[in-house]
């Protein structure tokens, strides 16, 4: 467990605290801020150990909306576990590079060095930049400084018109709303979809959307309905997606019929349960092949048999929203399509 993506921690009494650290400049955005601090509080309130913390250069520290904030000028003491944010600011009132200092561009990278995790929303990511953390590496920003940033720091590989990019332990995402989304991907990759997607019916988000594959992400994507029924089969999916999970057993979980689970399922999300807990694997096993594992380690990790059926899941052009029967069912034959949704 030596960073952010690495990290698998348990729920409640997680015995490793982590430090959420908001470095914050003057006329930041508000939501820039309270988006992804409201996501990581959510967190907190479900058991997870999380504390936040808010450094400043001053303790007074104006923002674009309004409001001042207190922050604290000392920073806390950061392991590689810990996660720095900094949040964007009006580019207007001190050019997009913002007032970072040259000692805090420093721990930003010292963090990064010692295994740590950055992240950045909106114009935060001109921080990460002239920290160095850019160069060679896929970022990106809000639309309309995009173009700014790739011409001060031609080393980085700006990636136009999506949510968030993370390439080693660095993530910039598109500003105000997204660092929400950025917050719920972090979560996500560290505690599981299910955790992630209770968080984002907490604040009424259900229409979570993706990073580098705009609107692709089955977790981000196929919630965006509003049926009970459905939300909570794939609660338990998520939890779960794993395991063999018999189709009795969701519909139970939903409080339906087998066949209309079935066919609320698909209305809802275009998929069948089977269908929506392959892509689940299928997402979590790239991610472990991005983080080094190989496609067989992946293949079992997600709870497939072997790497047959995660490599012919993989090959698929339009793999992000496949409609799968249950003749797919991994290290099996051709079992009833509403014999287990895996």
Known sequence: MTNWSARQSSAAGADVVTRVVFLLVPQLHLL??????????????????????????????????????????????LAPDDLVIVPGWRPAAHGPQGPVSPGDLRRLAAHHAAGGTVASVCAGAYALGRAGLLDGRRCTTHHEVQDDLARRHPAAQVVRDVLYVVDDRVVTSAGIASGIDVALHLVATRHGPATAAKIARTLVVYARRNGHEPQASALMRHRSHLSDSVHRVQDLIDSRYAEPLPLAELAAAGGVAERTLTRLFRASTGLTPLGYQQLLRVERAEHLIGHGSTVEAAARAVGFTDARMLRRLRARPTRSAPVLTGSSRPGSGTPPATSRAA
């Open 32 to 77: 820039d801020l309270a988006g992804p601090a409201q996501v990581f509080s959510s967190a907190a309130d479900l058991g997870y150990d999380y504390q936040l913390h808010y450094v400043a250069e001053r303790e007074q520290v104006p923002t674009v909306q309004g409001v001042p904030l207190v922050a604290d000028t000392r920073w806390p003491e």
